[in-house]
């Protein structure tokens, strides 16, 4: 290989795999008996560590919660992790990549788990709509400006 071609921005996907995964169920049976609506809410999270030169892992965390009123149906949570090597990158862009660029690849699959897991303890699928990362990105960088400046 060529210096020139060693230097070139390099970004690859080398695995991706379920980091950890739980389903509660608290209220069953009782909660396969309901007829309402649940409500159902999801928080997401994610964070990257470097492994190795060149290789990171970010893990994209999503939590989905049905509740009624009175009782919770279901909590899932999904730890979807991957595993990427990133070399040549400027300084300033790898943050945007481990934070934009990875949880955008990781998300179609915890939303497919999820999905799946949910289906599976008996409920209805949960399809997550899309997320845009880039503007939680650019959100989560105006609250750390902002809590710098405080």
Partial sequence: MSEQQELQPAFSIEKIYVKDMSLEVPNAPQVFLEQ????????????GQQL???????????????KLPEKTLFLCEVAQAGIF???????????????VACP???????????SSVVNRAGFPPVL???????????????QQAEAGNA
């Fill in 128 to 142: 997550l709509a899309p997320i845009n990362f880039e503007a939680l990105y650019m959100q989560q960088r105006a």
């Fill in 36 to 47: 309402a609506q649940p409500e159902i809410d999801m928080q997401l999270a994610s964070g």
């Fill in 52 to 66: 190795d030169d060149g290789y990171f892992e970010v893990t994209l965390t999503v939590t989905v919660t049905a």
């Fill in 104 to 114: 955008n690849i990781l998300f179609p699959y915890a939303r497919e788990v999820v």
């Fill in 85 to 99: 090597q990133i070399r040549n990158v400027p300084a300033e862009d790898l943050d945007p990549i481990l934070g």
